[in-house]
């Protein structure tokens, strides 16, 4: 209660976001990015089979990602190494469902 109106004297209503980030929020999980150029058809079938939350497909050429249904768990990152980074973004909103499915050619041992 204190610090409602500690707030309230202050007038911070609010965190500084969108202004700008909090510090904790650089910790928080975030989904993968993945590095193209160092995806190949072995290391795309051993993501796909560690994604507990089924996020991660593949399409022919093209890894799936489904940012609607990844949790950011981490298993990509054990599994990928340097193809796969945390994205750092946190934030993802998306009008249509199908905005948030993104695919990434697999380009490595592909001529």
Do not use: H, N
Not at 26 to 31: D, K, N
Not at 75 to 92: D, H, K, N, T
Not at 95 to 105: A, G, H, S
């Amino acid at each position: 209660m204190l610090w409602f109106l500690r707030g309230l004297r202050r007038g911070v209503v609010t965190t500084r976001y969108p202004r700008e980030c909090d510090r904790w929020a650089q910790a928080l999980p975030t989904p993968p990015r993945f590095d193209s150029e160092l995806l190949t058809d072995e290391l795309v079938q051993a993501l796909v089979d560690a994604c507990p939350a089924r996020a991660i497909g593949r399409q022919y050429r093209a890894l799936v990602l489904d940012l609607g249904r990844c949790t950011s768990c981490g298993r990509c990152y054990e599994v990928g190494g340097e193809a796969v980074v945390p994205s750092g973004m946190f934030e993802l909103a998306a009008r249509e469902r199908t905005d948030l499915v993104k695919r990434i050619p697999i380009r490595r041992g592909y001529a």
